[in-house]
């Protein structure tokens, strides 16, 4: 009779068990990857339909199968954003730029919610981030001129509006604020001179 070694046949049993358990992790990561995709994938349609709380559903999905997956993070900023729930945008934008510290458009949505809900210091903080990951941004120029007119800081505010100019010249919002901003400080002939600009590019 063969002698029976408890020992080696607990270490191929333990061999067993591990193989099979790699190949069902191996399966199940592989059915989560499809289904954020999936996932992913009905979000941004919904999202480019403008239906963001329908949205909101599916990125929610992908962030519980992916808890790191920077588009669900993002475009939940954005959806968040449009709905007006600010706390949860800058929520999700502060998860977005820890995933990637470079993401402008995240500090940017971020700006914008700390604009809406008047707090102006914090907003120019992101806006002067989104500037910093992207000099080109024209948008993040114009929209930290905004704030720095709200806190009456306005030579930084014709700065700002200026450089975005330079940038976009086909940008009606940033002549017409810097308009407001030229007749805060008492230059008339500067103000009408970019209310026309501005004027000129909307009848386009």
Request: some cysteine; charged content about 25%.
């Amino acid at each position: 009779m063969r002698e029976f070694f408890p020992s080696i046949f607990c270490k191929q049993l333990c061999c067993w068990v591990i193989l099979l358990t790699f190949a069902h992790a191996g399966e199940s990561f592989a059915q989560d990857k499809d289904a954020v995709s999936k996932f992913l994938e009905q979000g941004e349609d919904l999202f480019k339909q403008g239906k963001y709380r329908d949205a909101l559903r599916f990125f929610d999905q992908v962030i519980q199968l992916d808890s790191e997956n920077v588009s669900a993070y993002y475009r939940r900023t954005v959806s968040n954003f449009f709905l007006q729930d600010y706390s949860a945008a800058i929520s999700d934008a502060t998860k977005t730029t820890e995933i990637v510290p470079m993401h402008y458009l995240a500090y940017n949505f971020r700006g914008l919610s700390y604009y809406h809900v008047k707090n102006y210091p914090d907003a120019i903080l992101d806006f002067s981030q989104a500037i910093s990951c992207n000099s080109d941004f024209s948008e993040a120029y114009s929209y930290r001129g905004s704030a720095y007119y709200w806190l009456k800081k306005y030579p930084e505010a014709i700065d700002d509006y200026t450089k975005a100019l330079e940038l976009n010249p086909d940008e009606a919002r940033s002549w017409y604020n810097r308009a407001l901003v030229y007749h805060a400080v008492g230059k008339t002939r500067e103000a009408e001179s970019d209310l026309a600009k501005a004027r000129s590019l909307k009848l386009r």
